[in-house]
């Protein structure tokens, strides 16, 4: 029913930047929260950064001050600014979204993940 969809993922040196989006598409009549996590291997799933659709954010204490989430609801998308990248920051970012449905009924999603990768 609902698609999400990542990019903007890859391979990049501590201290670059990499912009992730997400799409989401299908039967959707709203998004209340986008959010993007990620896994590292070995490590369990964990939030990065969430956006309610009235403009709330909140980001894991790790990336404070050098991510950044932002959403263009008329286009249910969420991207996400990461700058001052380290090497821990290495795992596969998955997208999620709190969707109420057309014709009704409310459903989370999970995109299939984009790898970002930060040399030291």
């Known amino acids: 029913q609902v698609q999400l969809v990542e990019s903007g993922g890859g391979l990049v040196q501590a201290g670059g930047s990499l912009r992730l989006s997400c799409a989401a598409s299908?039967?959707?009549?709203?998004?209340?929260?986008m959010g993007w996590y990620r896994q590292a291997p070995g490590k369990q799933r964990d939030m990065v950064a969430v956006?309610?659709?009235?403009?709330?954010?909140s980001y894991a204490d790790s990336v404070k001050g050098r991510f950044s989430i932002s959403r263009d609801n008329a286009k249910n998308t969420a991207y996400l600014q990461m700058n001052s990248l380290k090497p821990e920051d290495t795992a596969v970012y998955y997208c999620?979204?709190?969707?109420?449905?057309?014709?009704?009924?409310?459903?989370?999603?999970w995109g299939q993940g984009t790898q970002v990768t930060v040399s030291s």
């Open positions: 956006a309610t659709d009235g403009g709330s954010t």
């Open positions: 999620a979204a709190a969707v109420r449905l057309r014709p009704g009924g409310d459903s989370e999603y």
């Open positions: 299908g039967s959707i009549f709203s998004i209340k929260v």
